[in-house]
Nanobody
Framework: VQLVESGGGSVQAGGSLRLSCAASGRTFSTSTMAWFRQAPGKERDFTAA????????RYADSVKGRFTISIDDAENTMYLQMDSLKPEDTAVYYC???????????????????WGQGTRVTVSS
């Protein structure tokens, strides 16, 4: 399994970025795909997740209404559209996958088996 993130960068507060996570190496049609983020000096926190091939999503309260997670089945790629960015969104963003068929989304990072290398997002005030 390989997960490759892209799309990070620097943006001013109020701006937007779209992160991508290209997945390969297995069938993901029943997997949970997630974004986590880790700010400098802090733990890795759950940000958003989606169950592949379903409308089931979950967001951290801090990003609800500003971030949108989606999947392009044809491209085997997950996206995170980030709007109205704030300085506190500055972090390294990681995509992760939890294999298996699950009815609900967990926010516990230890339950996600595969991780990408991360992409850095910097939001300046």
């Amino acid at each position: 399994v390989q997960l490759v993130e892209s799309g990070g960068g620097s943006v001013q507060a109020g701006g937007s970025l779209r992160l991508s996570c290209a997945a390969s190496g297995r069938t993901f049609s029943t997997s949970t795909m997630a974004w986590f983020r880790q700010a400098p000096g802090k733990e890795r926190d759950f940000t958003a997740a989606i169950i592949w091939s379903t409308p089931v999503t979950r967001y951290a309260d801090s990003v609800k209404g500003r971030f949108t997670i989606s999947i392009d089945d044809a491209e085997n790629t997950m996206y995170l559209q980030m709007d109205s960015l704030k300085p506190e969104d500055t972090a390294v963003y990681y995509c992760a996958t939890r294999t298996g068929r699950w009815a609900t989304i967990t926010t516990h990072s230890l339950l996600y088996e595969y991780w990408g290398q991360g992409t850095r997002v910097t939001v300046s005030s």
